[in-house]
């Protein structure tokens, strides 16, 4: 190789996932109606109702496919108080993780509580969402759910 | 069902911080139950390994600890990205689909001092519905913990009571990491991580490895081996991945694999539990239905040493342990993973 064509060949690396993913037809359908502020479960064939839905009946494996609209209300039905919001949490201040039952519902769903202090929480206490300024399709997009009568 | 044995296994002490690499803590965990087994290492017919590449963010990492065990000439092997039990479960699987096997060796090894465990444990959850909200696995243990007081079956003082059992009990194991007498009130009044999950109802964050031998009734009888722990039940069973759908207050998945592996909670001398949150004993205690003569956890449990994805398979290396020193007839060990108990395993084993 002669010294003037001593050219170092470089190729662009960059890493990542070069494909795109769908979140398919009931997590698709459940993330596309937080965008426009609601919120929708899945109906199972006893007649109970999912929220956040599922592909598939958790019992049974069955296909689901009947949505229902729910309000952004509900009770709290399990809680922790995270004193110390680590780094990820995105919290500056405490806050709770709960699962929160909707009204119509009858399973829970995982997200975050904000009140003024530990000891305002319990279950079985009402709590309505409060929703992202900016909303883009992602559980996120309720910031967190907040007790009722604060709301 | 072909009679398999648990022969010999091989742990080292757990740290907060082990100076050794994996590959180094794999080399000497398999090396020492190969020596316990007798058996030469070129005999092995069948090798399989539990970790998780998520703790330490590097893909295919259990490929590098091959380099620990030689894997020259070729040999049959296999891994889970699971706790060293369900490995465990694998090669006996294997053993028993092939009359042509007769010894398998597993290992498994996990270090908590590479990353933040309770952060890295949230990338098990649902991807859309709750990975975005990163709750931390100290966090989930908590709202199963405080539906269980909700439950009213339950107080506190119940979960400060095995706490302090545990760590008193692995004052005797050598291979524990947090022990000592603790008293109830000490345990109760200590700072909260997530409400109401105090520091002593959490596990310590564990670097450890262990390995375990399994041979056919022929290859025990070559041997001449005088106490092995027969497996006489083996079976997993998992539940929903949400939480919100399933009764964190109760195990439907450890009861079940408990009966399918005909645990019969009151014929154990022996149940090694793998509870590494104080409240998930008492849980997985009412799931097997552990009368009171049953020993629990005679090693401190995880709540002594819960090196992650070692802390299952230890459980059955310490309920075969039992057995081969003789001090029990029949011993069940558990192991769990995923969030809140998702997903039991159960292995009831017998002396001769």
Redesign the interface.
Known sequence: MSESSAEILTAPYRLKYSYKRT?GPV?GRF?TDLRDGKITGVRRPDGAV?V?P?EYD??TGEALSEFVSLPDTGVV???????EP?Q???MSTPFA?????LDGAH??????VVAPD?SVMR?GMRVRARWAAERVG???DIECFVPEESA | MRDIAVIASAQIPSERRSDLSEIEMVQKVVTGAIEKSGIDRRAFDFWCSGSADMLCGRPFSFVSALDAIGAWPPIRESHVEMDGAWALYEAWLKLQSDPGLHCAIVYCFGQSSLG?V??IL?TQL?P???T?????SI??A??????LL?GGRYTERDFAEVAVENRRRGKSNPNAQLTGDFSIEEAMSGP?I????RKHYCPPLSDGACAIVIASREKVDELGFAAPAWIRGFDHRVE?Q?????D?TSSASTQLAGRRAGARGDSLDVAELHAPFAHQELILREALELGGSVSVNPSGGALAANPIMVAGLLRICEAAGAIHRGEAKRALGHATSGPALQQNLVCVMEAN
């Open positions: 979140t997590i993330l999912m956040p599922r958790p019992e039905t399990g809680w922790t108080w995270v004193a680590r990820l949490h995105a993780f709960a699962t929160i039952q399973t829970g769903m995982l997200h975050r530990e279950s992602m559980i996120t | 933040p309770p952060d949230a649902d859309y519905y709750e975005p909200l990163w709750p931390d966090s989930v908590a709202i199963q913990a405080r539906a909700d909260y997530s409400s109401p999950l929903a949400s939480l919100g759908v399933r964190l």
